[in-house]
């Protein structure tokens, strides 16, 4: 089973920044895509940002030229860097990884069990 670790939530005022890491376990042998989603109160859950093995990259509208993601393939990290914050941004932050253990197993999404960002006016 993947673990996954999300860090660096909290309460920002708007116009902050905010960091969040994703760390999953090391009993992995392949990762394909990590990517970070977000769930509101009453609202579903959506994809805020995605990067493949490859390094291609993929945004939300509502957080384009805001959030930045990236990884660190040797740490089997990903980073989430989110500049001017709004309090739409309110919500749980939710890592992914689509991943698979031993070889001959398929690629599985495991989630991690999220970390709060709360941004206030």
């Known amino acids: 089973q993947v673990q996954l670790v999300e860090s660096g939530g909290g309460l920002v005022q708007a116009g902050g920044s905010l960091r969040l890491s994703c760390a999953a376990s090391k009993n992995i042998f392949n990762i394909r895509a990590m990517g970070w989603y977000r769930q509101a109160p009453g609202k579903q859950r959506e994809l805020v940002a995605v990067?493949?093995?490859?390094?291609?990259?993929n945004y939300a509208d509502s957080v384009k030229g805001r959030c930045t993601i990236s990884e660190d393939a040797a740490k089997n990290t990903v980073y989430l860097q989110m500049n001017s914050l709004q309090p739409e941004d309110t919500a749980v932050y939710y890592c992914n990884a689509e991943a698979k253990i031993y070889p001959w197993r398929s690629y599985v999404s495991y989630w991690g069990q999220g970390t709060q960002v709360t941004v206030s006016s």
């Open positions: 990067i493949r093995s490859g390094g291609s990259t």
